[in-house]
């Protein structure tokens, strides 16, 4: 079984956890792993520079969590981080004082650079840091292009009445409480799929989207030229899940990005936003929480399988459960083909 999932953001790592586990449990290979193969291809909009070190949180949230390195309590970092580089670094004035690098991140960023610097492309550094622990699956960064997302916010102070702020600072420091008029990556249009992604698209059994944020994190994915078309070309079925339920986002501020791209945050308005591949869209089936189930027939109306299932991934029991209603809807999709 070869599942590629496109995520980015903590409830993409919390799903990818899911998927490795549901995985092991399905296709055990005897010694505790799993004759499946997981590609993750990662959001890298959110990525930056920052006190002359490159940034990518997406990455670093998957890699920390599939190693269990990850700190549950904080939702993002190191377990047993400590600040003292930060707090050194604001005495200095470098560098957001909003924005906090613990030394055992800080630790990941510099490798990162050194790398970069010595010329390796984010691809090949992500690789690198992969071999420190057992993941399990495979990561992979949506593009080694730099396709930082800015957004473009009002301010009356200036003259046209609009200023643009890196995605992280407007997130970070504003907590998205500035109305975003739009979102921008940077490069997007000169971008291409960083070595692999569309290998693995187009070689899977299944695709997954994430419940990640559907306008960031997966929009930035999708942008990449090159991403969208290998998703419309693979054979395997692609089944999204949501990442609103009952009308509130699962986590993070989703619901103050969708308005910007005039999407309603609602488990349907964001199926139809991706849309049905029979209609040019990204998606075949389409998981919403059992609080949504009136939306399922309205939904599969739209051209996809729609199906209602619990979607609160609150331990990794509950987030395997949801993997495995994803997989179950695409061997429910590929069945029906069968039959045509």
Same mark, same amino acid.
């Given at each position: 079984?070869?599942?590629?999932?496109?995520?980015?953001?903590?409830?993409?790592? &919390?799903?990818?956890?899911?998927?490795?586990?549901?995985?092991? &449990?399905? !296709?055990?290979?005897?010694?505790?792993?799993?004759?499946?193969?997981?590609?993750?291809?990662?959001?890298?909009?959110?990525?930056?520079?920052?006190?002359?070190?490159?940034?990518?949180?997406?990455?670093?949230?998957?890699?920390?969590?599939?190693?269990?390195?990850?700190?549950?309590?904080?939702? !993002?970092?190191?377990?047993?981080?400590?600040?003292?580089?930060?707090?050194?670094?604001?005495?200095?004035?470098?560098?957001?004082?909003?924005?906090?690098?613990?030394?055992?991140?800080?630790?990941?960023?510099?490798?990162?650079?050194? !790398?970069?610097?010595?010329?390796?492309?984010?691809?090949?550094?992500?690789?690198?840091?992969?071999?420190?622990?057992?993941?399990?699956?495979?990561?992979?960064?949506?593009?080694?292009?730099?396709?930082?997302?800015?957004?473009?916010?009002?301010?009356?102070?200036?003259?046209?009445?609009?200023?643009?702020?890196?995605?992280?600072?407007?997130?970070?420091?504003?907590?998205?409480?500035?109305?975003?008029?739009?979102?921008?990556?940077?490069?997007?249009?000169?971008?291409?799929?960083?070595?692999?992604?569309?290998?693995?698209?187009?070689?899977?059994?299944?695709?997954?989207?994430?419940?990640?944020?559907?306008?960031?994190?997966?929009?930035?994915?999708?942008?990449?030229?090159?991403?969208?078309?290998?998703?419309?070309?693979?054979?395997?079925?692609?089944?999204?899940?949501?990442?609103?339920?009952?009308?509130?986002?699962? &986590?993070?501020?989703?619901?103050?990005?969708?308005?910007?791209?005039?999407?309603?945050?609602?488990?349907?308005?964001?199926?139809?936003?991706?849309?049905?591949?029979?209609?040019?869209?990204?998606?075949?089936?389409?998981?919403?929480?059992?609080?949504?189930?009136?939306?399922?027939?309205?939904?599969?109306?739209?051209?996809?399988?729609?199906?209602?299932?619990?979607? !609160?991934?609150?331990?990794?029991?509950?987030?395997?459960?949801?993997?495995?209603?994803?997989?179950?809807?695409?061997? &429910?999709?590929?069945?029906?083909?069968?039959?045509?």
């Amino acid at each position: 079984m070869r599942i590629t999932v496109l995520a980015g953001g903590v409830g993409g790592a &919390r799903f990818v956890r899911g998927v490795r586990e549901e995985c092991a &449990r399905r !296709w055990p290979d005897g010694s505790g792993g799993t004759d499946a193969s997981v590609t993750v291809v990662v959001n890298t909009g959110d990525d930056l520079w920052l006190a002359g070190v490159r940034l990518m949180p997406d990455f670093d949230s998957l890699l920390y969590s599939l190693a269990g390195v990850n700190d549950t309590e904080r939702g !993002w970092g190191r377990a047993g981080e400590t600040e003292r580089v930060a707090a050194e670094l604001r005495e200095w004035g470098v560098g957001w004082p909003w924005f906090t690098l613990g030394d055992l991140d800080l630790g990941t960023h510099l490798a990162r650079t050194a !790398w970069l610097r010595e010329g390796a492309t984010p691809s090949e550094v992500a690789r690198r840091l992969q071999l420190r622990w057992p993941l399990g699956v495979r990561l992979i960064p949506a593009t080694d292009t730099e396709v930082d997302t800015h957004v473009l916010v009002a301010d009356a102070d200036q003259l046209d009445g609009e200023r643009e702020l890196h995605f992280q600072e407007w997130w970070t420091r504003y907590r998205a409480a500035l109305p975003a008029i739009a979102f921008r990556q940077r490069n997007i249009e000169d971008a291409r799929p960083a070595p692999g992604v569309v290998e693995a698209i187009l070689g899977s059994d299944l695709v997954l989207v994430a419940p990640s944020n559907p306008v960031v994190s997966i929009g930035t994915i999708v942008s990449v030229p090159g991403i969208r078309e290998a998703i419309l070309e693979t054979r395997a079925p692609v089944v999204g899940v949501s990442p609103i339920i009952g009308g509130k986002v699962v &986590r993070g501020m989703a619901d103050a990005c969708l308005p910007a791209i005039g999407v309603d945050t609602s488990a349907e308005a964001v199926g139809r936003h991706y849309g049905a591949r029979s209609a040019g869209g990204i998606l075949d089936g389409w998981l919403v929480d059992e609080a949504d189930a009136a939306a399922v027939a309205s939904l599969e109306e739209a051209g996809l399988v729609a199906a209602s299932v619990p979607l !609160w991934m609150r331990d990794l029991d509950t987030s395997a459960a949801l993997a495995g209603a994803s997989i179950e809807l695409g061997d &429910r999709i590929q069945e029906h083909r069968e039959l045509r």
